[in-house]
């Protein structure tokens, strides 16, 4: 923006140094309330949220879906119901987009909880902003470790 708008350059400079500021605090405190999230075992709807689990220390351990963009079928959930057994997650994550009723049926069947994830800003109510965004994401993982 500064070379587009070189009169405004300071403000735009300005600004970004605010913005910085803020986000670095913001990460040393979502790091630090994640930490219980370390090493827990989740089930994904979707992989949607490869960078946040890789950040978090989440390990994904298995996709509702087959393979990505494909629903998941009666058999593929089946599987992974069965996989429970030897390898159970902790929590299923689907992103505020997906269908919930795949989430649902495993949730009811393992009696572990069914994470909704804002994904972005504005994918709930309470996500109305970048940094309200990972407010939410992280305040539903926590929540669904209880």
């Known amino acids: ?3 587009l708008d070189a009169a405004n350059a300071a403000v735009y400079q300005s600004g970004f140094k605010t913005f910085a500021g803020k986000w670095q605090v913001a990460m040393a405190r979502w790091e630090k ?3 219980p999230l370390r090493g827990v075992p989740v089930l994904v709807h979707h992989s949607s949220f490869v960078y946040l689990t890789h950040w978090l220390g989440i390990k994904e351990v298995g996709s509702l879906e087959p393979k990505p963009g494909i629903e998941p079928t009666s058999g593929h959930l089946s599987a992974l119901l069965a996989k429970q057994q030897t ?3 902790k929590m299923v994550l689907r992103a505020a987009y997906n269908q919930e009723g795949p989430s ?3 949730a009811g069947k ?3 909880p069914a994470v909704l994830l804002p994904y ?3 994918g ?4 109305k902003d970048l940094f309200t965004l990972f ?4 305040q539903r993982l926590l929540k669904g470790l209880h």
Not at 124 to 127: F, L, Y
Request: glycine share 8%; net charge negative; hydrophobic share 45%.
């Open 120 to 122: 972005t800003v504005g």
């Open 124 to 127: 709930t109510a309470e996500a």
């Open 33 to 35: 309330e994640a930490a």
């Open 87 to 89: 390898t159970p997650a």
């Open 135 to 138: 407010d939410d994401t992280l």
């Open 1 to 3: 923006m500064a070379e």
């Open 110 to 112: 393992t009696g572990i």
């Open 104 to 106: 649902q049926w495993i």
